[in-house]
Antibody, heavy 118, light 110 residues
Framework: QVQLQQWGAGLLKPSETLSLTCAFY????????WSWIRQSPGKGLEWIGE???????NYNPSLKSRVTMSVDTSKNQFSLKVTSVTAADTAVYYC????????????WGQGTKVTVSS | EIVLTQSPGTLSLSPGERATLSCRAS???????LAWYQQKPGQAPRLLIY???SRATGIPDRFRGSGSGTDFTLTISRLEPEDFAVYYC???????????FGQGTKLEIK
């Protein structure tokens, strides 16, 4: 059964770096783009960026200066780092697979609640 | 950036009734890149419709997507108790690569 499992720190202080990892199980990792999406009460669902198995990335321009994504194909994993977090980065973060050719997200991780508070 | 506006914000209906949810884009969206999701409390969104009108794997045929250009619709023909949730539309724009979501429509039991 194909699935994504994600993990990472859930409580951060302002100015720290958010770090999350997502692992894919049950299918082929290559040939897809893999995204991070966050959801907060204030901004709804917000796409953060995407990466493919080769490490090619695209980021949301509004977050680009603070976001880095990386991939480890040996483990079928991809990761997200967001630097200099503030309370505005408090959200549930999801990893997701992009369905090839139609650019929709067909598999999602379980979500990680990240809270930024001093 | 293409903005998606969903209406209504909340829709109150009874099981067995028909639901019609709207998603309007600030500029034309390729039908190939318009999707709908269902989200229940505490869960990740679930893909229902992609390419504006194609049902994702395992989605019942009471869910139907339609529309083109700037106006898209998700119709649920006969509401089942498990259909009460929040629904989001999403689009993809290639220049630059960017995904955006609507703000959601909450479908609640009347």
């Amino acid at each position: 059964q194909v699935q994504l499992q994600q993990w990472g720190a859930g409580l951060l202080k302002p100015s720290e770096t958010l770090s999350l990892t997502c692992a894919f199980y049950g299918g082929s990792f290559s040939g897809y783009y893999w995204s991070w999406i966050r959801q907060s009460p204030g901004k709804g669902l917000e796409w953060i960026g995407e990466i493919n198995h080769s490490g090619s990335t695209n980021y949301n321009p509004s977050l680009k200066s603070r976001v880095t994504m990386s991939v480890d194909t040996s483990k079928n994993q991809f990761s997200l780092k967001v630097t200099s977090v503030t309370a505005a980065d408090t959200a549930v973060y999801y990893c997701a697979r992009e369905r090839s050719g139609v650019d929709a997200f067909d598999i999602w991780g379980q979500g990680t609640k990240v809270t930024v508070s001093s | 950036e293409i903005v998606l506006t969903q209406s209504p914000g909340t829709l109150s209906l009874s099981p067995g009734e028909r639901a019609t949810l709207s998603c309007r884009a600030s500029q034309s969206v390729s039908s190939s890149f318009l999707a709908w999701y269902q989200q229940k409390p505490g869960q990740a969104p679930r893909l229902l419709i992609y390419g504006a009108s194609s049902r994702a794997t395992g989605i019942p045929d009471r869910f139907r997507g339609s529309g083109s250009g700037t106006d898209f619709t998700l119709t649920i023909s006969r509401l089942e108790p498990e259909d009460f949730a929040v629904y989001y539309c999403q689009q993809y724009d290639s220049s630059p690569p960017m995904y955006t979501f609507g703000q959601g429509t909450k479908l609640e039991i009347k």
